[in-house]
């Protein structure tokens, strides 16, 4: 009966976060439980920023102090003067020194490999240390040994069969009545490189621990009391999906949905295993459930707005047809860049892509393109996704002078905009 919980940086972003995330923890004590932690607050930022200057070969003593600061004085907060929580930090804080001062991998997205889980490596050792201290007889372990993936760096594929060989150390734990605290995003490759599994990739860490270990449950805690239809930041008036399908929620997840990383809902899918949706404000709620059964999926219409976007508009240079050999040149282009494509269309002599805004890798998409293509993009746009609209929504949303793109299916309506205000 082993469940899985999955807890985000904002659940354990200051002290009283973590101690609130503790006495949910402890709540479930008597399962054999799983707990996936991200990195607290906005580290995983602070360490990209890191990552960054140091790739390009500028300081981040600044940075790294800060982090360092951040996470000591969290806990002082939650250790006082008792040693056990301090140890464990300066343990991974020198591990992270360790790492930066290796020389830097030429290739971007490994070296951004190498450093991005020391977020959730520093807030696992801390919380850990307390939950011991709180008499939750608890382990930390390391998610780069136990989930083993390919060596695709920033979107790394998970080897199953050799991390299901590693499940016995957590089996084992859970038999002690142990629990397991372990860090979301991470693994590494065979040979012991380090890897993420794509950003916000912590649920999908939960899915992967629940579907080796064949869990009953999975539970994402969350700073919203459930599945909302769309996000309260955005629009006014939200309302919680009380019950979804796996399907609905994979078509939700693929078009954007922040709520549920795109890749967490397919291992549960194959085994049968519901994931909750709960929040930590008020835990006794009762949130929302994914799972088999799909007859409340058209019951509310659901909005995903997807910002930072990029328009590329890839033309044929002799104006000749874009046909499948040149389809299959900007595709292969476009998985060797570890660029996710969000919405695609194509007429007669153009194929047009939407994707994250990310300079780096559109600089290095317009270099390996540009020899045999005309290539043109409009960047900081907006994908709006709407799920089992109705026409009245879509008019409302709409608006036929600032969008480039528009799409339209049975159940979907897609539009790339200029950005406009919240509704």
Not at 1 to 24: L, P, Q
Not at 235 to 247: A, E, G, M, P, Q
Not at 323 to 349: C, Q, Y
């Amino acid at each position: 009966m082993i469940k899985v919980f999955k807890f985000g940086g904002a659940s354990v972003k200051d002290s009283t976060a973590v101690r609130n995330m503790a006495r949910i923890v402890g709540s479930y004590a008597r399962h054999p439980l799983v707990v996936v932690v991200s990195a607290m607050g906005k580290t995983t930022n602070a360490i990209e920023r890191i990552h960054a200057a140091r790739f390009n070969g500028e300081s981040y003593e600044e940075e790294f102090n800060e982090v360092a600061q951040y996470h000591r004085q969290l806990t002082d907060e939650l250790f006082g003067d008792n040693p056990t929580g301090r140890l464990a930090l300066e343990a991974q804080l020198n591990a992270f020194l360790h790492a930066l001062s290796q020389p830097c991998s030429p290739h971007f997205d490994q070296e951004y490999d190498t450093l991005i889980g020391y977020g959730e490596l520093l807030s696992t050792a801390i919380i850990a240390a307390f939950l011991q201290k709180e008499k939750i007889p608890s382990r930390w372990m390391d998610a780069r040994e136990l989930i083993v993936t390919d060596n695709r760096f920033r979107d790394a594929r998970v080897n199953w069969e050799e991390s299901a060989l590693r499940m016995n150390s957590v089996k084992h734990a859970l038999s002690e009545n142990q629990l397991c605290v372990l860090q979301g995003f991470i693994g590494a490759t065979l040979d012991g490189r380090s890897t993420s599994l794509g950003r916000e990739g912590s649920d999908f860490t939960a899915a992967i621990m629940a579907y080796l270990l064949d869990a009953t449950d999975v539970t994402i805690w969350k700073d919203v009391p459930g599945m909302l239809n769309a996000d309260p930041k955005k629009f006014k008036d939200t309302v919680k999906l009380d019950r979804i399908s796996f399907k609905e929620a994979i078509e939700l997840a693929y078009y954007g949905a922040s709520v549920i990383h795109p890749k967490t809902i397919k291992p549960l899918q194959n085994k049968g295993i519901p994931l909750h949706i709960k929040s930590f404000v008020d835990p006794d709620a009762s949130g929302s459930v994914i799972q088999e059964g799909g007859e409340n999926d058209q019951l509310v219409a659901s909005y995903i707005v997807k910002d930072s976007q990029t328009l590329f508009s890839i033309s044929t240079r002799d104006f000749s047809f874009i046909v499948e050999d040149n389809l299959k040149e900007i595709f292969g282009t476009l998985s060797e860049l570890g660029i996710r494509v969000h919405l695609m269309e194509n007429s007669a002599i153009s194929f047009s892509i939407v994707f994250d805004t990310d300079k780096h890798k559109q600089q290095l998409l317009i270099e390996q393109l540009q020899a045999n293509y005309s290539v043109k993009f409009n960047e900081e746009l907006t994908l709006l996704t709407i799920r089992h609209g109705n026409e009245e929504s879509i008019k409302k949303l709409k608006n036929p002078g600032q969008t480039l793109i528009e799409q339209r299916t049975r159940h979907t309506m897609r539009m790339v905009m200029k950005p406009q205000k919240a509704q």
